[in-house]
């Protein structure tokens, strides 16, 4: 993916390649040219330093929400999609979703207006209250 590249998110910069973080705290070795750097002497480091040598491309913190997004979709039906069937019109917890139609919806609300697809500010399509 694209990481916004804002000051704090270079960590470090070499002739030829540079390390970036993202807001997740993963740690990427970018190389302009696209090919991976070669180091001319074997070197035992590790982090930042392992990356800049070319001994790895990503490095992920222990406990890395994506990771862990990850897992849980994997872990719901088994087939990676996330999708876990069974709970018919309500979420996790009995909560309808706002419109009475079951959606997985990552954050267990509905869409606010009541009616399929809104956008929460309670108007239909075409911006008419019913």
Do not use: C, W
């Amino acid at each position: 993916g694209k990481i916004p590249l804002l000051p704090n998110y270079l960590l470090s910069a070499s002739n030829d390649s540079a390390v970036l973080r993202n807001y997740e705290g993963m740690l990427v070795h970018y190389h302009p040219t696209g090919e991976p750097v070669v180091s001319p002497e074997p070197v035992e480091t590790q982090g930042v330093s392992a990356l800049l040598e070319g001994q790895g491309e990503v490095l992920l913190p222990e406990g890395n929400p994506r990771m862990l997004r990850r897992r849980s979709r994997n872990q719901a039906n088994g087939n990676g999609h996330g999708k876990s069937k069974g709970i018919g019109r309500f979420h996790d917890g009995g909560r309808p979703n706002g419109n009475g139609h079951h959606h997985d919806n990552p954050n267990g609300h509905g869409t606010g207006n009541g009616r399929h697809h809104g956008d929460g500010n309670g108007k239909g399509k075409r911006g008419i209250v019913p």
